[in-house]
């Protein structure tokens, strides 16, 4: 099943260490999501980039969260198997996947 969503990124801080946190949140139900942490901003680049983001789409990400910003990707798709695989799973395709 594909599933066409948010990627959402988030920083905060852990002491002087930047926290990135991010998140999928499918167009449906608004259900709760499972987010990935990443505490370097290349390791954070890298998951967007396997989750086959456009280039721009990336650059801006990082941009906003380096600004200090919170950032959203909007119409991202993503396969179950790929929501699986990276840890995105939420309530929604969880309660799929028990139905």
Known sequence: ???EGTVGVHRTFSGRTPVFDVFFAPNVDGGACNS???????????FLETLKLSEDAVAKALQEVC????ASIEHVT??????LYEGLESTVTVDRRMN
């Open 1 to 3: 099943m594909i599933y």
């Open 36 to 46: 990935r942490r990443f505490r370097e901003l290349a390791e954070l680049a890298g």
């Open 67 to 70: 600004a200090g910003r919170s």
């Open 78 to 83: 993503l396969s179950e198997e790929v929501i």
